[in-house]
């Protein structure tokens, strides 16, 4: 098994790449008429029948491809589709492919969603651990929590669709289904919006992210704030302040101060990584990492 540390950014992106497409292969195993089409260039998964022709249709595109073999990819893509019947499908690609998006522009598509993918080796969670009431959930259970068609993937193999329910006072606030590939753990279709909702919460918070100031380029406009945003973002492999900067942001949502108090001015060093320690936004080295695991296994 290849540890995540040992990974480069655009690596472990392929490696969740290959876990998506996996799930994507198992949703089409349990569906009629269904299938997933490697193809040159794109991977796309292909659902003619309802009711998984409303929800399934994505094709993932690769990255760092020629032009022609941009056309090629894309051009196979749509074939695929087309000889299939389906007129809408979701067309993935990564945002610093600027190629790539360019083509499918030309071609008429439009940016509908964005997502971002996230990773991270569960040896590295250091925060503290939380008691959760999880509350059992069948299959169709999990399509109401979601308003999904009760119909959804009802002949697929739901045993590698691994479900996950959070639960408060005894009722569903949180769902979420993993999904595992070659040791990699894929979590997706986390929902806790509908609880909410029902319940009339006005504000739903996101994770705490430090120097939020600091991160924003537009915010960056002197060159102390400058020098300290560069520092920053080269430490982010450590700290994974940016990451999670740049995952709150696509919510648009009030950025709020958080303030620490601290008796005397030369704790706030010490106070201020343990605070991050806390809140997990700070992971040490991984060679230190693998060093404490060594010592804890003896």
Not at 28 to 33: I, M
Not at 100 to 126: K, P
Not at 146 to 156: E, T
Not at 235 to 246: C, I, M, N, S, T
């Amino acid at each position: 098994m290849v540890e995540l540390a040992e990974l480069t950014d655009v690596e472990l992106y392929d490696r969740g790449a290959e876990t998506v497409i996996a799930s994507w292969s198992a949703y089409a195993r349990g569906a009629s008429g269904a299938s997933l089409r490697r193809l040159p260039g794109v991977a796309a998964a292909v659902f003619p029948d309802e009711p998984e022709r409303s929800v399934y249709n994505n094709a993932l595109l690769e990255r760092r491809l020629t032009a022609p073999e941009r056309r090629a990819a894309l051009e196979a893509m749509e074939d695929a589709y087309r000889a299939a019947g389906v007129t809408r499908f979701a067309a993935w690609a990564h945002e610093s492919d600027e190629a790539m998006r360019l083509d499918l522009e030309r071609r008429g598509y439009h940016l509908d969603v964005t997502t971002r993918a996230m990773g991270i080796s569960l040896d590295e969670l250091h925060g503290p651990e939380h008691e959760l009431e999880l509350v059992p959930t069948t299959w169709p259970e999990y399509l109401e929590a979601f308003h999904l068609h009760p119909g959804l993937l009802v002949r697929a193999d739901h045993s590698v669709l691994r479900i996950a329910v959070a639960g408060l006072d005894g009722e569903r606030v949180s769902t979420a289904m993993a999904f595992d590939h070659e040791g990699d753990c894929g979590i997706y279709n986390v929902e806790t919006l509908a609880w909410a909702r029902t319940h009339e919460a006005t504000e739903l918070s996101l994770n705490f992210c430090a120097f939020t100031d600091i991160l924003s380029r537009e915010r960056a406009v002197t060159w102390p704030r400058r020098a300290l945003r560069r520092g920053l973002l080269s430490a982010d492999g450590v700290f994974q302040l940016e990451r999670l900067y740049a995952f709150n942001r696509k919510f648009f949502p009030q950025w709020r101060p958080r303030y620490v108090c601290v008796q005397k001015l030369s704790d706030l060093p010490l106070v201020g990584l343990a605070y991050l320690h806390v809140e997990s936004l700070l992971v040490p080295p991984g060679p230190w990492v693998r060093r404490q695991r060594r010592l804890a296994s003896r």
